[in-house]
């Protein structure tokens, strides 16, 4: 959904079952933060008091602060089930309490989003009661509101019309679910305890076989809402309920010329930003980690400024793929066994291709378009033991929106200096430095896993290999080769090798071989100053 470039994303409180606040990968809160802090996506945590205590929310909000999140959803809740009455330990009673006490404690430091009900709550007596409980959320302190869904634009329409009359002036984005199965259609009146107009229940009832069909039908009269509420000027955007199915709503979007309208993912930078406001003065970043950006936010989850150099803890490992879940995955890419250095190159280059989607040094399912430009000089590395890790083409002047080089706004220019990065064996490494001799623009620098060091770079100068100039601003350096930070870079690097080494018995050659790399090996990076 990411690639749709949403205003936000916002996930619901406890879906994941247990307790949503834990720092487990399904907690809410968990996967809240990742997707702001890791996936670059503003994000919104849905909060339910029902239940809880003014400390047990303060501990919930607190969490969702020290991660970044700024966005709050307040929401009473379902009541439990086995329960008549409402339980006594709740401090609150309403979603408007919740609203009340977030302001009380933070201010204005979150944005809070409350629930809007075009057709009425379902646990109030009339339409209006409801409408009035919901001026005393938004008087209580709430930003903005996002509408229950509904089944005709009318009733959206209505809803805005009447909020406006009572005074409720705040935003107001309409729900929108669009109908996916057979299935769904009946999770939907159960969680709406709503009742679709009976033209949509007979048309589903003619399709109830055919779950394609269903979808198409469901994304047909979903565009037709959204059209209506559009033109109709009531809202000018929506919020989707995709219940983790993107294809429906992707479909939707497209067709209103509302999915990533600009034709081409927009970079701020020539990495993936974090949408955490702390990182929003973040404008410069060592090389190093390109292929695996979610490790040098981790590693840099605490500065408060970027780069300050207090690397701490490396806590590489958080981003490693575990290390037996998915073993028989990484042996079908990276060798059921490996009898050479030959084939350990092979690996690399099935990498460059796109055969395997991953290696230990980078995070993400492809390589950057732009290796494609260097693709045959990778190869021919690759094939003869250089192993590597992370690269860049030389860019002179390209704008700012080409759609492999860009970044920033538009208008402006972008460049790059040739760069690369690999694992060397000792004996050649030695005779590549007499070459690098002949070549006054390069500089590089080496380690080995032990801290040994060679560079031509003496002065030891932080070398800035991508910039981009743009209408009215200073020129924007915002990657580089650092060489204090090469040294941390390389003890993760070198560590890595690990995740494809203990894929092998102990006393197998793959084993011995991979050992050979990681104790042995030079790491290395090499810039060419003339791009």
Not at 5 to 13: C, G, K
Not at 44 to 70: F, P, Q, W, Y
Not at 119 to 148: R, S, W
Not at 171 to 195: C, F
């Amino acid at each position: 959904m990411a690639a749709g470039d949403p205003l936000f994303i916002d996930v619901t409180w406890g879906a994941g079952g247990g307790d949503p606040s834990t720092t487990d990968c399904t907690g809410s809160l968990c996967v809240c933060s990742t997707a702001l802090n890791y996936c670059g996506l503003p994000s919104m945590l849905h909060l339910t008091c029902v239940d809880s205590s003014r400390d047990s929310i303060r501990n919930v909000l607190e969490k969702a602060k020290e991660t970044g999140i700024r966005n709050i959803l307040a929401l009473r809740g379902d009541l439990p089930v086995d329960l008549t009455v409402r339980p006594k330990t709740s401090d609150f009673k309403y979603a408007s309490d919740l609203v009340a006490f977030i302001r009380e404690e933070y201010g204005d430091y979150f944005g809070i989003c409350v629930a809007g009900y075009p057709n009425g709550h379902p646990d109030c007596d009339d339409f209006e009661t409801d409408l009035m409980y919901l001026k005393k959320k938004v008087d209580a302190g709430a930003d903005f509101i996002i509408t229950q869904l509904f089944f005709e634009a009318k009733t959206f329409i209505h809803f805005v019309k009447r909020c406006r009359e009572i005074g409720i002036e705040c935003p107001i984005i309409p729900g929108v679910l669009p109908i996916q199965s057979y299935a769904s259609i009946r999770h939907l009146m159960k969680l709406s305890k709503l009742r679709p107009p009976a033209a949509i229940l007979e048309e589903i009832e003619k399709h109830k076989d055919d779950d394609v069909a269903i979808r198409k039908y469901g994304v047909s009269i979903s565009v037709k809402l959204c059209r209506e509420i559009l033109e109709s000027k009531a809202a000018n955007g929506f919020h989707f309920y995709t219940l983790n199915r993107e294809v429906a709503v992707k479909e939707i979007l497209t067709e209103l010329g509302m999915w990533n309208p600009k034709g081409v993912a927009s970079k701020e930078m020539p990495w993936l930003t974090s949408a955490n406001e702390k990182r929003s003065n973040e404008g410069i970043r060592p090389i190093f980690w390109s292929g695996r950006p979610k490790s040098y936010l981790m590693r840099t989850k605490d500065w408060d400024e970027f780069p300050n150099g207090r690397w701490g803890d490396p806590e590489y490992y958080l981003f490693r793929a575990p290390p037996s879940s998915d073993a028989a995955q990484r042996r079908a890419m990276w060798g059921d066994s490996l009898e050479s250095f030959a084939e350990i190159g092979q690996i690399f280059c099935n990498f460059i291709q796109g055969k395997i989607t991953r290696l230990p040094w980078s995070e993400e399912a492809s390589l950057s378009s732009e290796t494609k430009h260097i693709e045959t000089q990778l190869m021919f590395l690759n094939t003869h033991g250089i192993f590597t890790t992370n690269s860049q083409p030389a860019v002179n002047g390209v704008p700012s929106t080409d759609p492999v080089y860009g970044w920033g706004e538009e208008e402006g220019y972008v460049y790059q200096k040739a760069y690369l990065e690999f694992f060397i064996a000792p004996d050649v490494f030695e005779k590549l430095m007499k070459i690098f001799a002949n070549y006054r623009s390069i500089r590089y620098h080496a380690l080995n896993r032990d801290g040994k060091m060679f560079t031509n770079d003496e002065g030891g100068s932080v070398n800035a290999v991508t910039w981009g100039a743009f209408p009215s601003k200073e020129i924007i350096q915002p990657t580089v080769v650092d060489p204090e930070s090469f040294p941390i870079w390389k003890d993760e690097a070198f560590e890595l090798w690990g995740e494809w080494r203990e894929l092998y018995e102990k006393g197998s050659t793959a084993r011995a071989l991979i050992k050979e790399i990681r104790d042995t090996y030079f790491l290395v990076n090499v810039v060419d100053n003339d791009y």
